[in-house]
């Protein structure tokens, strides 16, 4: 399992809405390798929790104090190994979670490509009245200062 990588969850989940094709076909790939990755680290953090507890409770039990819930629960709060794989699980969550927002932007951008909401002027004619629609808008906006 490789460790997270901010840069490459960063680039993962921007969207280049000029190949929303391509965007589509990689989608559903970089949310399985993910969410295997994430599944895979959560694995390893409670194996190692219970490992942890193994070797805690015979420590324990060999120094002849009585073992408590309570001091269980502090020695494997303490644990930097189970406090590290915590943050990766941590960081893998909110990478799948980003993933399923791209997806969520990627179903939304194609409904507005399809209902033609970001279509541009198509004819000359068009494309010059909406030219000049914005220069008398911002001719007006400076007029309002």
Do not use: C, Y
């Not at 559903?28 to 219970?50: A, C, M, N, Y």
């Not at 303490?78 to 794989?85: A, R, S, V, Y």
């Not at 209902?115 to 068009?126: C, D, I, M, S, V």
Request: net charge negative.
């Amino acid at each position: 399992m490789d460790s997270f990588n901010k840069k490459q969850a960063v680039n993962e989940t921007t969207i280049n809405e000029h190949d929303l094709q391509n965007e589509w076909i990689i989608q559903p790939l970089v949310f399985l390798e993910t969410s295997l990755g994430l599944t895979e680290l959560i694995h390893q953090r409670d194996t190692l929790k219970s490992k942890k507890i193994t070797e805690i409770t015979k420590e324990i039990l060999k120094s002849g104090s009585k073992l408590t819930d309570a001091s269980l629960k502090r020695a494997l709060e303490g644990d930097q190994e189970l406090i590290d794989l915590d943050l990766e699980v941590g960081k893998f969550k909110a990478f799948v979670s980003a993933l399923m927002q791209k997806k969520s932007s990627l179903e939304n951008l194609v409904t507005l490509l399809i209902n033609g909401l970001n279509a541009e002027p198509k004819t000359p004619e068009e494309k010059t009245a909406m030219k000049e629609s914005i220069l008398r808008g911002l001719k007006n906006g400076k007029e309002k200062d």
